[in-house]
Structures are given as C-alpha cells and as structure tokens.
C-alpha cells in the first residue's frame, strides 16, 4: 500500500507562557482554508496537550509567538520536508529564525504561503498586505476535531460556559503603543455581509457565542451596521475596544447587537505612564468608558500590563485604587 505524502501540515505548537490553551490559531485556520481551497492536500498537527509524530509532509508551516519558538526550532531540526515559519515572532525578529527554517514569512501568510509552495519565493518573505479579506474562504474549522471551545466566554480560570467560536472583522491596529507587536499600522476590514455569513455558518453548527479577535472591533468602518446585523442573529459576543473610542452611542448598539463583554487595554493608571508608552488615552478614558460599558449592561475586562517603563511602586497602588473606583467584572 502506497501511503500519499501530504503537501503540508500545519503545527498548533504549545504555548509554556500560558496556563491554558484555549483555543485554535485562526492564522493556521485561515492558512489551511486559503491551501485547501488552492487543492493541496492540508492537515493540522495539534500539539498542544500531546506531544505527537507529525505525519509526513512536503513542507512543514510553523506560526509563532515568541514562547513557541524554540519548540518549533526544535522541530523544524527533526522533519525531512520544507519548513515554513511566520507570525508575530519571526515578523518583529526574522534574524532570529535564520538557519532554523528553510523560508520566513513577516505578515498575512495566505498568500506567500501558496507562494512558496508554487516554488515561487525563498528565503525570507515580507508579506505585502492582503487588502480584500472577502478574498480569504472562512477559517477551516472542519480541519480540527474541536473548534469550539467551552471555557472562552466565561474567560480563563472563571470557569465553563457556553461552545465559543473565535473570529475576526478586521485585521491590523491604526495606533502606536511601544509595547505593541502588530506590525500592521492601519485596519483591513471585511465586509458586513461576509462577517455575517460565517457566524451564520458557526451557528448551523449550533454554536451561538463568538469572541471577536480584533485589536479593536469598534474601529470597523461599518461598525454601526455591522452591530445592526449581528442583532438580527441573536447571538452573544466578546470584543475588544479602547476606551478613547468609547460613546454611550457604541456601548447601546454594542449592548442591542449581543455584546455580553467588552475588552480594554487599560495597562496602567498612571498618566505619565500611559503617555510614556505612547497609548493616546488618559486614566479619565478608561474610567469612562468602563461606566458607559456598565450603564449599557456590558461586562467589562481591563487589561493590565507590568513592567512598563515608567511602572513604580506608586503606579501599582494607582492601579490598586482604579480598580476598586471603577469596579470591573474581570480583569
């Protein structure tokens, strides 16, 4: 019996930063979508909870964030075929992916990927962006045994909820925060009518709860009508947004539309901190828009980071009393 080598595997690597591993990478869903749909033969190796064979195959694909990397140098050292290595790590450091993977890939892979598979780009790929995400098929979700995941809408450590399905409106961040690795300064965005028919097609599944991955979902050119035809799914979200965007008119349609929970970057209650790191918002921001996020009827969730430049034992009792004034549900 002849055994057919795939044309490429895809690898979940295991994060060791966090305590969980919630859900799947909707870059490695949409990789596998754009090369399937391309006729190649794809598959997934989820290597998250076990440390499996990977199953033979022309090229390997490795997406990264810095606590994967060594994982997946490791790996790419034991395959015989190709290896392919992209985002966030290897787009902000390619240098440090050099010798370890046969091509890097900095930016959206979907179409470099095809690319390098055609035998038509080597080495190290700068990614031109990907203006029409209507051109993408949807995330190929039937290419895991487990797309959706229980513990997403109640959050990490909170507890089991409803099945969840992660998706994207836009891709990319207009604004500098220091400390941000999106390397994209602008937003792409699909259309309404594109967003809508892959929720349609999670909840045939009979999945009704999403969690939009966008840096910022309120930022979507046609947020207003996008809000408007979600309501008409009856559906519950999660998205995130910054709190200078923030109106008692967005947190109504964010509250009609479904939103059950919304995300803000708060990083610190400081000031001079929050202008030192470049994040164009004010202590005053957050607190507002959690209250206008409440009086909605909407969860809210404050990010925090530490470490920043600028962090003192007197910035961490400021975040201390924010949180006791401004209540979140989470954090």
């Not at 006729?39 to 997406?63: C, K, M, Q, W």
């Not at 964030?65 to 034991?78: C, D, F, G, R, S």
């Not at 080495?123 to 029409?132: H, M, Q, S, V």
């Not at 097609?201 to 999945?207: A, E, H, R, T």
Request: charged share 25%; aromatic share 8%.
């Amino acid at each position: 019996m002849v055994i057919q080598m795939l044309d490429l595997v895809l690898v979940q690597l295991p994060n060791p930063a966090l305590t969980s591993q919630m859900y799947h990478s909707l870059g490695i869903l949409y990789l596998a979508s754009v090369v399937e749909q391309a006729g190649y033969d794809v598959e997934i190796a989820d290597l998250r909870h076990n440390d499996t064979a990977l199953p033979d195959a022309r090229f390997y694909g490795f997406s990264c964030t810095t606590p994967e990397i060594n994982y997946a140098k490791k790996l790419a050292k034991q395959v015989k075929g190709k290896t392919i290595v992209g985002g966030a790590h290897p787009s902000l450091l390619p240098n440090d992916c050099k010798g370890y993977f046969d091509y890097i890939v900095r930016g959206e892979g979907e179409q470099v990927l095809l690319l390098i598979m055609k035998g038509f780009t080597e080495g190290t790929c700068l990614a031109p962006r990907i203006k029409d995400l209507n051109a993408i098929p949807y995330p190929a979700r039937h290419k895991v045994s487990n797309p959706y995941n229980d513990q997403i809408f109640e959050g990490d450590r909170y507890g089991r909820g409803a099945l969840t399905a992660t998706m994207i409106a836009t891709r990319g961040c207009p604004y500098l925060c220091s400390f941000c690795g999106n390397i994209y300064r602008s937003i792409t965005s699909r259309s309404v009518s594109n967003i809508i028919g892959e929720m349609k097609q999670v909840i045939n599944d009979g999945v009704t709860h999403f969690k939009f991955m966008d840096d910022c979902f309120t930022l979507h050119p046609q947020f207003e009508q996008l809000c408007r035809a979600i309501d008409k799914l009856n559906i519950k979200y999660i998205a995130h947004t910054r709190s200078d965007l923030m109106t008692s008119e967005k947190a109504e349609l964010l509250a009609s539309s479904g939103c059950w929970q919304s995300g803000l970057g708060v990083e610190s209650a400081d000031d001079k901190v929050l202008k030192l790191n470049n994040k164009k918002e004010t202590v005053e921001d957050h607190l507002r828009a959690i209250k206008m996020l409440k009086e909605a009827g909407i969860r809210t969730k404050p990010y925090w980071m530490t470490g920043l430049p600028g962090e003192t034992d007197k910035t961490i009792e400021l975040n201390k009393e924010f949180m006791i004034a401004s209540q979140p549900d989470k954090w």
